[in-house]
């Protein structure tokens, strides 16, 4: 039988910060994500500038802090100035001092004013805003992201390109890059933030290596009915794990094209976690991996909100997860 996940080896407050990165250095991994195609930049089209780029933004750089705060006591703050040539301005302190950096977004809307000649100062306004954020802000680093069609606007993109090439402090975002951030979940954001900064801690690596090589919806199925046993359930109907199964299938509706994928996870899972009893599944603890109880503990202690989607977001992560550039090192294991 596995150990008791109560033990003093497996219970620790928070994991640990084993790769040290700055908010800032964190912020430019999130923006520079992969996996985007330029054609998915369409979606830009009807997302407007206050309604739903300014807060999307906000919230996912919230989200990062919020991850940072898990395991530091760093102090973080965000607002939005709007009158100094910034939508979002992060500020926060780290080991060797004070810093700012700041966001500007621009919305398709915006460029196709500037496109269709209705507003010929819109370049002269990028650099503005720029150098209003550098002398007046005190920013470290300004982050001009384009939110618009990258196929529709490629003309005025390189255009933008070229004109602001001489800025050093200016990183400019392309279409792609925007839309992975802005469409992630804060759990996947928070799950990025801890996948880098606790890549080595024993406890995420440890679950990862449970993981490894275990198909994605038996992997989600495994997560649930470890929640739900650490929750209070322990007894489940066939139709118990029917809804637990489409709720893997509501994301990914491709997985299971025969339509009986969850008559074979059940099986794969018996001895491993669950076993029949009567007529119901009973959720056997001891049989749950040891590594992924001791996470599910680590990550109760940081958040009171669903643990499941948390733990789905760090061990079963999605496209632009696995491509992030830091995250292309293997893991190893703690020493």
């Known amino acids: 039988m596995a150990p008791s996940v109560y033990s003093s080896q497996l219970y620790r407050p928070a994991m640990f910060i084993t790769d040290q990165l700055t908010p800032a250095e964190m912020l430019s991994e999130l923006l520079s994500l992969k996996g985007y195609r330029k054609a998915d930049t369409e979606r830009f089209k009807d997302l407007r500038h206050d309604k739903h780029l300014c807060p999307a933004f906000r919230d996912r750089v919230s989200a990062m802090l919020d991850a940072y705060k898990s395991h530091r006591a760093d102090v973080y703050d965000i607002q939005s100035p709007r009158d100094e040539g910034i939508d979002v301005l992060l500020s926060y302190e780290y080991d060797d001092g004070k810093y700012r950096l700041g966001l500007q977004i621009k919305s398709q809307h915006e460029l196709a004013q500037w496109a269709k000649g209705r507003d010929d100062k819109f370049v002269a306004t990028l650099k503005a805003q720029y150098t209003t ?93 470890l929640c739900k046993a650490f929750e209070g359930t322990l007894l489940l109907a066939d139709k118990d794990l029917l809804e637990l199964h489409q709720e893997w299938l509501d994301i990914h509706p491709d997985d299971d094209p025969q339509g ?19 007529t119901l599944w009973k959720i056997e603890l001891g049989e749950l991996p040891v590594a992924l109880c001791a996470l599910y503990f680590h990550q109760k202690l940081m958040s009171t909100s669903d643990l499941l989607p948390r733990l789905v977001a760090l061990l079963i992560p999605g496209k632009h997860m696995k491509r992030y550039r830091a995250g292309r090192r293997r893991f190893r294991p703690p020493n």
Request: proline share 2%; hydrophobic share 40%; charged share 25%.
């Open 133 to 225: 954020a550098i002398q007046n802000v005190k920013v470290e680093h300004y982050y001009l992201l384009l939110c618009v069609d990258e196929i529709e606007y490629d003309k005025q993109l390189r255009f933008i390109c070229s004109e602001l090439k001489q800025f050093s402090q200016l990183t400019i975002v392309m279409p792609r890059q925007a839309l992975a951030l802005y469409e992630m979940t804060d759990y996947e954001v928070n799950a990025f933030v801890t996948r880098i900064l606790c890549r080595h801690d024993s406890a995420l690596w440890g679950a990862m290596h449970e993981i490894d090589g275990v198909p994605k919806d038996r992997a989600y199925i495994t997560l649930a009915l």
């Open 260 to 278: 009986d994928r969850i008559s074979w996870i059940t099986q794969e899972l018996q001895g491993r976690g669950l076993r029949m009893e009567d």
